[in-house]
Structure formats: C-alpha cells, structure tokens
C-alpha cells in the first residue's frame, strides 16, 4: 500500500496562526486543505513537505456570502460540491458552479476545497509519477531533476495548469485576499499563476494563504465551462475552455473574455479570440472562427503530450 | 510524529495512538481491524475506499484521522442496523451486484449517501452519485438496478429480512424490471 | 405447499430427453451462497488478513528496462533498525514458469534484469514504511544492455538478446500449422480479401492489488494465503523454488478481488512472502502497489495480425490464411499458449473448410504478457469479424444472414480438428439481431449513428492440462453429515464468477436438499482435492461434472440405505424437498437427515469423491493441444454507436448480447459474466491500453490508465440461448470469457456504419477517428491501423488433412442420466 512519508502536522486556528507558522517553519511546511492533490503527491514522494499546517479548524475560511452589490465572497475552505450545488451561485456563476461540479469524482469533491483547486500543481505524466518510477527516467526539472522530458530542449517546465475552476475565475475577473505575516493584499486571480510549471504559484509568496476569492457581481455576464477529458470522472481535464461574455439586447457580444485550462502552466486567457466573439450573434460560424482564433493562441513547443 | 486519536467509527468512540501521517484507510484498517474498507490505489483514482464523514462518501486513503476527529464516520460495518443488513446490502446481494465484492463496501457507501438525500433516483442520478467508484467484474448494470432497488424497498425488521435472504438464497431473487 | 419450508416446484425446460428435465435448484435465479459476506465487507481477501507478529515486505523495482546486474548492496537497508531480512536473487535462483515449456522467471532477477519494475530485492521489515525505506539503502549497480520496445525491434535486432531461449533471436515462439490445400482454396475463391490488424495490450486491472501472506510454522510447514486464480499452481512453484516437498506447503486462496486472468501465474511476491516467512520465523505479507500491479501485467498480449479469405459468391468460405505476430514482454508467462490461442479458434464459428496459421511471440523489454479474459482469441476474433464485415460489404451480403448461413454445425469438426458439440450460433444471431432492431438500423441510420454485429466462440476450459498428466482436471469430494448438512469440497477458486456456488447448486440438486444445506469449502491445498483453477472458463464444467459425480456416489449410498426402509430398491428413489422418495410413489420417502443417519450407521462415514477429465481430442498433430475443449459458447452481439464526426468523440448508447451458455444453472450469474464482459470488451475497444514511453510504463496507475466509469458505460441487454450441452453439467457451457470477444469488433463494425471509415487498431481512440475522417475527406483509404507486417522466415507447416466439415452424429456421446 502507497503511505505518506512521514510529517508534522499543525492545526492552525486562525488565519494568523497559519501563516506565523509557515513563516516560522520555512519553506518545508505547506498548507493542507482538502488533501486530494497535496497527498497524492505527498505518497508519489513528489512533495515532501516536513510541517503540514491544516486549515481545517479555521473558521474564517468557510462560507459562501453575497457581499455589496450582489457579489460573492467564497471562502477558500468551501469544498467544491458545496460551490457546485449552491443555488444562488449555480444562477449567478453557472460556468463556475459547473467547473466546480466536473472536478474529479463526487467523494473528491466532497473533500477538495475551491481554494485548493486553485491552487492544483501543475500536471506532466513525467512528473506524476512515483518515486521509483522518476527514479528510473532519471527524474524531471520539477522535481529531483535537470531536462523537462516533455521538451528535453526547452529552458523551462511544461507541466500544465490542470485546475477546472481557475480558468473560469480569470475570466468573470475574480479576486484573491491574500493574507500573509506582512499583511493582506487582494489580487487578480490570473496574478497568482507564474509563467512556467514548477513556479507555477509565483504571484503568491509560500508564506501567504488565500483567505477570501472576491467574484464581481454578475452584472450581465454570462458563463460557461466547457471540459474535455476522457471519462465523465475522475480524470482532469485534456482542455479547459471558459468563456464569461456580455450581450446587447439583441444578442451582440458587447465584451468577452475567453480563458483556456491544461494547454499552459497557467490558465492561458486568449484576447484575441475572444475579439472575435465582440459585436457579433454566437452564431455556429462565429463560435467557429473563436475556436479556430484559440487553437492558433495555444504555446509554441506544446503540441500533444508524447 | 504519534498523536492520540479520537474516531467516532460506526457509533463507537476509538481512541488510537498513531503517527499522524497514517490515513483513515490505515487506521481503519489496521488499527481498528475493519477490514471491510478495501484499497485499489491509495492515491483517490478508484473509490474503492469510501466511507461517510458526516453523511458524505470521502476516500479514506486521502484523508487524516487528526482532521475527522469528532465527525460521524460509517464504513460498511456500519451499514446494518442492530444486526439488520441495510437495504442496500440485500439488494446487491440479491441482483448480483457484487461478483468479487472488492469494490463493494465503496460502493455501497456513496449508494447509500445518495439514497439519504435522493429517496428515488432516477437510473442517470445513480450513475452520477456512483460515478467514483470503478468496478470491473459486474458492467455496473446490476448495480445500478440494485441501488433502484433498494430504494424502493422500506427497511425490514430482522425476521422479514432474514427470510428475504433465505429466500433468495433457495428459491431465487426478486427480479423488477428495471422500470 | 409443504410446510418444510421446501419449494417443491420444479423449473420446466425444454432440454433433451437425455438429462434432468425437471431440477429444483439449476435454472433459478439465487443470491450467490457467499453474496452476503461480500456486502458486510466480511468476505477476507489476502490484505485483510492479519497475524500475529506479521512483518511486511516490499520489493525493489528495476531502474532499468534491460540490464546486467553487476552488483546488489544490501548492507545500508539491513543495518536499518526495523528490517528483518533482505533477500536477493542470489537468494531464490531456482527458476519456474507457469508453463513446462518456458521456466524462465526468477523471484527476483538473478543476473539481469528485463523490464523496468522486475524486482531486484526484497526487504521484510516491522512495518511497511521501515520496508520502503531500505528499499531506497539498497543499491544496485547496472551495466545497461539495449532495449528492445516492440515486435519490430524484437524482430531486427538477433544480437541483443532478452531470453536466451527460444526459436531464435527474441523471437520466443514460431508455430505454422496447415490444414488442406490453403492456396487452391483461393484459387478457387471469386473474391479474396486481404486485411491488416492491430489490438493493444491492456491491463486487467483487478480492482484488488495483488497480495499475499505466508506463515512458516516451527513445525516446517509453509502456509500461503494468496489472491490468486491457481492455487495449485502456486502450490507447485513454490515446491520448485523453495526446494520444500509439496506436503510441507498450504496454498490457500483467498478471495480474489477480481482476477480476469490476472492472478493466474506463480508470482514474485508470493515467492519471496514464503521465502521472507522462512528466514524470518514471522509472518510476511506482500501486497503489491496499484504501479506494481502494471508491472506483475500478464495481461493482453498486443498482436498485430494479417488475414485473407476466399469466398465463393455463394457465400462459402473457401479458404484463410491467418498470421499473428505477439509482442510478449520479457518472460514466457502463458505465451506459447497464447500464440497458439490466436489461431486456435477461428475455426469453431464459421465452416472454413481449409485453413493456415502461423504466428510467432517476440520478447521485449516490458511486463510480460499473458492470460487475460479471452486469453489470446479477443485479438484474432477482433481481426476475424471486422475483415468478415468488410467482405459482406463488398459482396453485398447482410452481415446478420450471411453469418447465419456460414455458422458451423452442430456436433462437427472442424478443419483444425476441433470437435464442436452444440452451436447456439444462429439462434443468438437471430436474437440479437431482432431485439437490437439491426435490420431497421444498419446503414439506415443518420451520419454519425450506426449499428454493428459481430459473433465469436470460446471453450469451456480446455481439454488438456498445463504441465502433461494423466490425471482429472478436477475433483470434488461430498461428506455428508448425520445431521443433514452437505459439505464439498473443491480445489475452484471462486473469483466472483460465482463458483462456489456453482458447486452448491449442483450438489443440492444431486442430493435433493437447498443450495443453503451445503457447506462449501475450496481453494485449500491441505483441505481440497485439486482443480487446476479458475481459468480458461473451465470450472463449472469441469467442476460441476466432478461435484454431481461425487454427490452421485454419496447418493448412492444414502439411496441403498433408505431403500430397505422404503421397501424398493435404490433405482427407483428421488431426492428432491430435503427428501428421499419412491419414485412411482413419492408420498413414501424420509427425511434427508434420516437417511444420512441410516446410511452411516450401514456405511460408516458417508463421504464420497468425483473427478472429471475432459474428452480425448480428436487432433493428433503437434499444436493439436491448443484449442480443444468439451463443448464451446457462442455469442453474438450488436453494438449502436455515436459518433461525433468534429471530434472523433465516440459514445455507445447500447449493446446487445445473445449468449449460448448450454444452460444457464443461475441465469443472474450468467448475465453477470456477459455484462461485465460486455464492459471489459468496451474498455478494452475504445481506451484501455498498456503503453510505453522512453522504455517506461507511460501510464501506471488507475487515473492515467483510463478504465471505464458508470458515465461510460452503456445499456447492456442481454439475451440467453440454451443448447444444453451433453458434456456441460446440467447442460452448462461457459459464460465468463466469451461474450467479451466480439464486441470490439462489433463496435469497429458500428464506426464504419456510422461514418464510414475503418478503424483497424484497438483502441479506437478519437483521433484515430478523426485521422480516418480526414483521409476520407481527401479520398484516400478511409482508414487507420497498420500498414505492414515486417517480413519473416516462417517455419515450414506442420502438414495436417482436414476432416468434413458436416454434422456427424457419431460425435454425440452415449447418454447418461445426470
């Protein structure tokens, strides 16, 4: 049977405690929340964390709210069937409670937290693999490692961003609270990512935990999330395409914005497809060319995984 | 790192000495001897290990006994009642819902979860609510009928269904059409 | 009704006058005898079993895909606080095989290692954690030898060898068999059609990994409890390995978490368990990771065919020429099996008067291949039945009626001398034909929906035994006891098929009592006469026949005692109601309990055995061994497809399965062998596959080896045909293997009814689709799969006559009354 190595673990009770002590403990501690992605990894030995700090007891981050003017407050805590089966989030956010509700399968979803999936490390099947199996490639850059063997050439990591949720956050324009031991700042979801698969957390210090994820009002935008993956569970996705729009009266696509999951280290937002989307109907020729405005966007050295 | 820890398991208050990286699925396994939750990959990519946590089907092999402390946890020694199998348990007895049985006990805790909250699902919704479970001896087909079935049975006293098995056992099962 | 609690009904069929007509227990739908132990989750499987002082042992994975091994340090891993013993290949060099042909496995890998993930080392410790850390303090030094990743490579590369054995080079296995003049039989033909084919490999993936525990006594006695499918054979390759007499070792098989073939060879860990138990004086269990489990494999041999077929006009087949080419992995596992079962049956369905194999098996640098559902006939039948749709379409034949007409004959030979006893064929075409509405359907449909049929046969276990021997296949023993209650007992393991119960039902109806009045006990070398195992879907003929013969016997003697009281003789009682009763006047009888008391006060104890040995083959050629078997099952299926042109995305709504099982003992456990392998055929058809990349399992875990959910899974209408066999128990055939075959093909068959284009390569993944889609757009062959086979030497053929084809009642065998 696959175990855990083994750790200490630390069940903070305030957001403080939390982050006094990754900062006290360095950078061998790392948050738990759900579990599912950070376990997994902790047993393939890809993680090896020697404090873990459980967010658990912390009541400051559960919760779903509607703040101000109709918009929402999630707490990072809140697991992803609760995001997906809430009913004022289903009306006002369906491509994110949808997202939400196609992550993995139900039990996982049942733990897996909606900051958490933000947060899912990035995926190579070079790289999620065992210990013995890395062992016997001679191990990747992520971890242990020199070359990324998906690109043996490339300067760079090229595990992808593989979180269902995060795609759809960046395009309704969400927010994170970040609260770390130098304070609290709020940014731009799209701002956590960095730009290759091993800091693929960069806008966020190792020391700071998200407390709050800030959705703007609906205000008239519509959203979807469509996955592709290989089977209706478990897997994650091949693509991730969300899509949050606003439309005229008439049907004319007033503003839009088109995010694109698992195709980079972070979720990929693609401007110039979802320009062509802007003054017209979603009519099939339309979509067509969209699509086709996408698959041009997509990363240079990423073809299909070999 | 060991830590003492208190489980509520099928009613009963546990208190185990254990390292804290031990997982449920361990812990329950190993150190409570209820063998029944089984294991197909310990990295939450089968569902053979569910149990309930407060009603809701988890993976054991993904989760820390220090996190579930004081929450309701059932595992398929917990199904029956006062030695009365569940409803459930009979019906995947009876249709042959269970051939090696291995991915059962998981099953049959994400069954009942959604029965708990869905009286009367529709075949579609126990495919959803089953979805993170793998099986691979039965095609899923009998399970699906099994669950329907239990769902419209109501629970039996022990006399009524202690000759439901015996029944089945000896004379055959009952065979609904799927409607 | 009688107030006993006894249901004295009796089930009514329409079976020949030869057997039981009227039975009270075969033909019900009964909850498996063990099904409530499973949903209490008090069922044992090897992991859940506990000892006192138990240790745990893991093993070390090679690094490397094909290596010398120049060194193996063990010191650090042994200095360890907490490890108990270490052990090396050195330590187990004995080496063993399920087959007598291919010994060639070690334990662990003595001086070369021949796959990444063979175990090196083996560490026992106190706990499971100490074990896997010394596995990182051993260290062990290669001198890397290239690798060799596929059949093609295997076949240019004679230098490096994998096996120094063999036919030569890495080829493992040749064989070339002829029956009747092949080419006249094309020359002859007014079409001939010439096809290429591949099928992946895949995994069984057994939701249960695989486990064992092994306890040595002080008094030198080695008890093993095991998820395996083999007892026996385990009993005997640990006797080899371990140099122990085999009446020092118990093998007990637990119940195994799903088997599919998978749990059908002696195995590193349950050697080194035993081997680990013996140095240590403790308890040891093994129990392997989901990863280990990819590299333990013996699963689906990837095959890569060529077939031609003549026909006439008048639909008859004139001749076929097959050749299959296997990629084995590095040991032989069941391999010459398996290269011989991808010719051995394509014979038993259609009449090919006149017909040529040749196949060979290479050895390559991954898991060895070996015994999975089906065990070597799903890729031939794959081959078979899509090139057979492909002449239908261009002779403009309906695939249903054609395949009607072509279906072989009921007690006939065929031309490789295999002996068909009864053939459901027709009748299962015509069923699920009607209840799919094919005829409504095919090439009727929208683009992007489509039907497809296909049909296959498969044996109920096979005639001969693994390692030679005169000796039954399997036997069952019943003891009866003073109070009424039955025990047999077997050597079957039941994998959830549904064996032991099998066993109940069978003994009950002999004896007249309930399948719940029937202890059954199995799968235990010190308790059970032998069965080889739950393979080849052999056990419930061939211990359904042993068990009735044995409760015969005891029946006899419980017959003779109550006789004198019922003042008749045995001749004319019946057992039936938990009675034994004159038959002209079966008011008159006694009590079941009554009788055994009776009996064993004139008899003394009342046990008695049975044993069954499958018929003489008719074949006398070298290779006849392979393909024979007491009687074959036949489906048909239909599979309805949707395919999404734009994506390659392909959806199946429902399949259709008609199966002749001779007799259906308990309809319910027949229906659950088709659909489970209904599912396993679709898994296998559309995503499962075992691949490799930079010489490693690309993809070793449940996650990324994609097995399909409830959400993937199709409506599953299955359909049961009885012929009532003569050899079956009660008439019964097999049911466990079978239906898988034809339904990759059929689904193939579907694609090209929906979107015309042929996809010749399992898995039908979508861009294989939308490859074949674009070819299509550009008018070139509309189709995906492989181009060539690399060119071989093949041996000269074995030279054998074909026998008519015709019915031939002499084939029937003499009637006995079960």
């Known amino acids: ?81 609760q995001v997906s089966l809430h009913p004022e989030l289903r009306a006002a956010y369906p491509g994110l409670t949808y997202a939400a509700g196609v992550v993995s399968s139900p039990q996982l979803r049942n733990a897996g937290t909606i900051g958490g999936n933000l947060c899912v490390d990035t995926r190579c099947t070079y790289y999620d693999q065992t210990y013995h199996w890395r062992k016997a490639i001679n191990f990747c850059m992520k971890k242990d490692g020199e070359i990324c063997w998906v690109a043996p050439g490339s300067p760079r990591c090229w595990a992808v961003s593989s979180s269902d949720t995060a795609p759809v956050f960046v395009a309704l324009g969400a927010r994170v609270r970040l609260v770390g031991p130098k304070g609290e700042r709020v940014i731009p979801v799209g701002d956590l990512y960095g730009r290759d698969g091993i800091r693929f957390l960069a806008g966020k210090r190792p020391d700071e935990i998200i407390t709050d994820i800030l959705l703007p009002p609906p205000d008239g935008w ?16 091949i693509l991730g395409v969300a899509v949050a729009l606003r439309r005229h009266e008439d049907g004319t696509v007033t503003e839009a914005r088109i995010v694109l999951g698992a195709v980079e280290s972070y979720p990929l937002e693609v401007p110039e497809a979802a320009a062509t989307l802007v003054g017209n109907r979603l009519e099939p020729d339309v979509i067509e060319a969209t699509a086709k405005a996408c698959f041009k966007s997509r990363p240079a050295p990423w073809t299909t995984p070999t | ?49 569910t149990v309930l946590v407060d009603g809701e089907p988890i993976l054991s092999c993904l989760t820390l006994p220090v996190e579930v402390q004081g929450r309701d946890i059932i595992t398929v020694e917990g199904l029956a009642t006062q030695g009365v199998p569940h409803p459930l348990q009979v019906a995947f007895a009876e249709l042959n819902a269970a051939q090696c049985g291995y991915c059962t006990p998981g099953m049959l805790m994400s069954a009942k979860a959604l029965l708990d909250r869905n009286p009367d699902p529709a075949p579609d919704e126990v495919r959803e609510a089953l979805a993170g479970n793998l099986c691979r001896c039965t095609g899923y087909v009998k399970i699906v009928d099994a669950v329907r079935l239990a769902a419209r049975r109501q629970q039996g006293d022990l006399g009524a269904v202690v000759e439901e098995i015996e029944r089945a056992l000896n004379e055959g099962v009952v065979r609904e059409p799927g409607s | 009704m009688p107030t006993n ?71 650090k891993a042994e200095a360890l606080p907490g490890v108990l013993a270490v ?10 095989g399920i087959l007598p042909v291919s010994q060639d496995e070690t334990a662990l890998a003595v001086d070369k290692v021949r796959f990444v993930g063979e175990p090196v080392a083996a560490v026992a410790a106190v706990d499971e954690e100490t074990a896997e850390r010394a596995l990182e303090l051993i260290e062990v030094e290669y001198d890397p030898l290239k690798p060799i990743m596929s059949i093609e490579e295997a076949l240019e590369d004679t230098e490096v060898r994998i096996q120094e054995y063999g036919h030569g080079g890495n080829i493992h296995k040749m064989v070339s068999l002829q029956f009747g003049d092949v080419e006249a039989g094309f020359a002859e033909a007014d079409y001939v059609r010439e096809d290429l084919f591949f099928y992946q490999g895949n995994n069984h993936l057994a939701m249960e990994e695989h486990s064992a525990v092994a306890h040595y006594s002080p008094d030198g006695k080695l008890t093993l409890w095991s998820a395996t499918q083999t007892p026996h054979y385990v009993h005997r390759a640990l006797a080899k390995v371990l140099e122990l007499p085999p009446s020092r070792i118990r093998v007990i098989a637990c119940h195994p978490g799903g088997g599919f073939g998978g749990k059908s060879d002696p195995f590193h860990h349950e050697i080194c368990a035993a081997k680990l138990a013996m140095l240590t004086g403790r308890p040891v269990k093994i129990t392997l990771t989901r990863e280990e489990v990819f590299y333990a494999h013996r699963g689906r041999h990837p095959v890569l065919m060529w077939v031609k077929t003549g026909v006439k006009k008048t639909g008859e087949i004139t001749a076929m020429h097959f050749r299959s080419m296997l990629d084995g992995g590095a040991y032989g596992s069941y391999g010459v099996a398996t290269t011989y079962y991808t010719g051995a049956l394509q014979t038993v369905t259609y009449k090919i008067p006149r017909y040529k194999f040749e196949g060979l098996r290479v050895f390559t640098n991954k898991p060895p291949c070996g015994p999975k559902r089906g065990h070597g006939t799903p890729q031939p039948r794959f081959a078979l039945e899509v090139h057979l749709d492909k002449i239908c379409e261009e002779m403009g034949w309906d695939p249903a009626e ?66 030679w021997n005169d000796m039954p296949h399997s036997g069952a023993m019943v003891k009866v006891d003073r109070g009424g209650g039955v025990t047999v007992y077997c050597g079957s393991t039941d994998i959830g098929q549904g064996s032991n119960s099998v066993l109940a039902y069978v003994v009950a109806e002999v004896l007249g009592v309930r399948p719940q009045d029937v202890a059954v006990v199995t799968a235990d070398t010190d308790l059970t006469p032998v069965d080889l195992g739950s393979y080849s879907s052999r056990v419930t003929v061939m211990t359904g026949n042993a068990a009735i013969e044995a409760a015969q016997n005891v029946r006899e003697l419980l017959f003779q005692a109550a006789a004198d009281e019922l003042g008749t003789t045995s001749d004319q009682l019946d057992a039936a109601g938990g009675r034994i009763f004159r038959r002209d006047d079966p008011g008159v009888g006694l009590p079941f309990a009554k009788v055994a008391q009776l009996a064993e006060a004139r008899f003394g104890t009342l046990a008695a055995v049975g044993s069954f040995t499958p018929p003489k083959t008719p074949g006398r050629y070298k290779g006849a ?36 099982i001779g007799r259906a003992l308990n309809p319910i456990l027949v229906e ?99 490859k074949a889609l674009e070819r299509k757009a550009k008018g070139q062959d509309p189709r995906v799969g492989p181009t060539r086979m690399p060119h071989v030497e093949w041996v000269e053929p074995i030279y054998v006559e074909p026998p008519d084809l015709r019915h031939d009642p002499s084939l029937m065998p003499a009637t006995k009354p079960t």
């Open chain 1, 1 to 81: 049977m696959l175990r855990l190595p083994p750790f200490e673990y630390y069940a903070a009770q305030t957001v403080e405690e939390a982050v006094t002590a990754l900062r006290d403990y360095g950078p061998e501690a790392m948050v738990v929340a759900g579990g599912t992605d950070l376990f997994p990894k902790m047993k393939r030995r890809q993680m090896e964390p020697k404090l873990l700090v459980g967010l658990r007891g912390i009541r400051d981050l559960y919760g779903i709210r509607p703040v101000e003017s109709g918009s929402y407050r999630l707490g990072p805590m809140a697991t992803l069937t």
């Open chain 1, 222 to 237: 519509e959203s979807v999330y469509v996955k592709l993956r290989r089977r209706g569970s478990f897997d994650f996705p």
């Open chain 2, 1 to 49: 790192m060991k830590q003492l820890v208190a489980l509520r398991v099928n009613g009963e208050l546990h208190e185990v000495y254990v390292p804290v990286h031990k997982t449920l699925l361990e812990v329950l396994r190993e150190d409570l001897g209820l063998t029944g939750t089984k294991h197909g990959c310990e990295l939450g990519e089968c569902g053979t290990c």
């Open chain 3, 5 to 75: 609690g006894y249901d004295d009904r009796k089930n009514r069929s329409n079976l020949g006058s030869h057997l039981k007509q009227e039975t009270s227990v075969v033909g019900r739908p009964l909850m498996k005898v063990d099904a409530m132990s499973k949903v209490t989750g008090q069922a044992i499987y090897a992991d859940d079993i506990h000892l006192p002082r138990m240790a745990y042992a893991r093993l070390l994975p090679s690094t490397q895909p094909h290596a010398r091994i120049v060194r193996v340090e063990t010191s």
């Open chain 3, 87 to 96: 052990i090396t290949g050195r330590d187990l060099p004995i080496k063993y």
């Open chain 3, 402 to 467: 054609w395949r009607q007409q072509q279906a072989c004959e009921p007690f006939s030979l065929t031309a490789n001398h295999l002996r068909i006893t009864t053939i459901g064929l027709k009748e299962c075409i015509e069923k699920v034909v009607a209840a799919s509405g094919f005829r409504e359907k095919f090439r009727k449909l929208p683009y992007g929906r489509g039907v497809g049929l296909a049909c296959s046969a498969y044996l109920s276990g096979a005639n001969l035994p693994i390692y």
């Open chain 3, 625 to 660: 061994g392979v393909g024979p078997s007491p009687s074959y099952s036949y489906t048909a299926c239909v599979v309805e497809v949707d395919v999404d042109p734009e994506t390659g995305w392909v959806r199946v709504p429902t399949v259709w399965i008609a199966h002749d």
């Open chain 3, 672 to 770: 659950g062998q088709a659909e489970g392998s209904v599912y396993m055929g679709l898994g296998e058809a559309l995503m499962e596959e075992q691949v490799f990349r930079r010489n490693l399992h690309k993809i070793p875990s449940m996650l990324d080896y994609k097995s399909p959910t409830f959400l993937e899974t199709p409506d599953i209408e299955t359909i049961l045909v009885e012929t009532n066999d003569p050899h079956g128990p009660f008439g019964a055939k097999e049911a466990g293997q079978g239906p898988l075959l034809p339904v990759p093909p059929a689904l193939c068959n579907a694609i090209y009814d929906a979107v015309g284009v042929r996809i010749d390569e399992l898995p039908v993944t979508p861009d294989k689709i939308l």
